[in-house]
């Protein structure tokens, strides 16, 4: 595609509910980075893919959360037993490779909120 | 500590003023400096790279990094309203991974 898409853009789940957020990146970008920006802490890096391997995921915050992507293309971010401190925009970024010249592009995110 | 530190701001300034943004990091392996500007609900979008230190100019931006005392900045002539947004600052040390680390951000008004 001709961007980063994320979805569901919006989502709102209880706590202790499990969640699915998707990320469709750019055609052909091998590199993949998941982040998390919440109010007044920037953005947080979450776990980085090169093609269907995720050789960096040191920025998951818990086992609760976790990160799949297949075909070298669309990713899945899973965060299980939602809890308030959840609560934040989920942002993919996608590059055609880890090489930084060709910087970042990011999608628009999932906000989520759990209540 | 965090590595890298960025006023939150808002900075409010006329239509027509000379902006200046600023991040201070701690970590000396970083050589890989970005601005990214991020519209309200939107992604972050890069608007100025940099490596190693020096500057480097594109239309009314300027993105300054000094690496012996961990500073970057970058200035906006001629603000417009357009300009509005927050602005961010992220660098990293490059390898594998070019994993981003980003200040918290800045948002900016500028009044017409």
């Known amino acids: 595609g001709a961007g980063v898409s994320q979805s569901p853009s919006n989502k709102v789940t209880e706590k202790g509910k499990d969640v699915e957020l998707r990320c469709d990146p750019i055609s052909g970008h091998t590199a993949l980075y998941w982040y998390r920006q919440s109010l007044g802490q920037g953005l947080e890096f979450l776990i980085y893919?090169?093609?269907?391997?995720?050789?960096?995921k040191s920025g998951l915050p818990s086992d609760r959360f976790s990160a799949e992507r297949t075909g070298g293309s669309v990713s899945t971010l899973t965060i299980q037993r939602t809890q308030q401190e959840d609560s934040a925009v989920y942002l993919c970024?996608?590059?055609?490779?880890?090489?930084?010249?060709?910087?970042?592009?990011f999608g628009s995110g999932t906000r989520l909120t759990v209540v | 500590q965090k590595e890298v530190e960025q006023d939150p701001g808002p900075l409010s300034v006329p239509e027509g003023a000379i902006v200046s943004l600023n991040c201070t990091y701690s970590n000396s392996a970083f050589q890989y400096f970005m601005w990214y500007r991020q519209y309200s609900r939107k992604g972050p979008e890069l608007l100025m790279y940099?490596?190693?230190?020096g500057n480097k100019e594109d239309g009314r931006f300027t993105a300054q990094v000094d690496k012996s005392s961990k500073y970057i900045s970058l200035f906006i002539r001629d603000s417009q309203p357009s300009d509005s947004a927050t602005y961010l600052c992220?660098?990293?040390?490059?390898?594998?991974?070019?994993?981003?680390?980003f200040g918290t951000g800045t948002l900016l008004a500028v009044q017409p």
């Open positions: 970024a996608s590059s055609r490779t880890p090489n930084i010249n060709y910087g970042y592009t």
């Open positions: 992220a660098m990293s040390a490059g390898g594998a991974t070019n994993k981003l680390i």
């Open positions: 893919f090169q093609g269907n391997s995720a050789p960096d």
């Open positions: 940099t490596y190693s230190s």
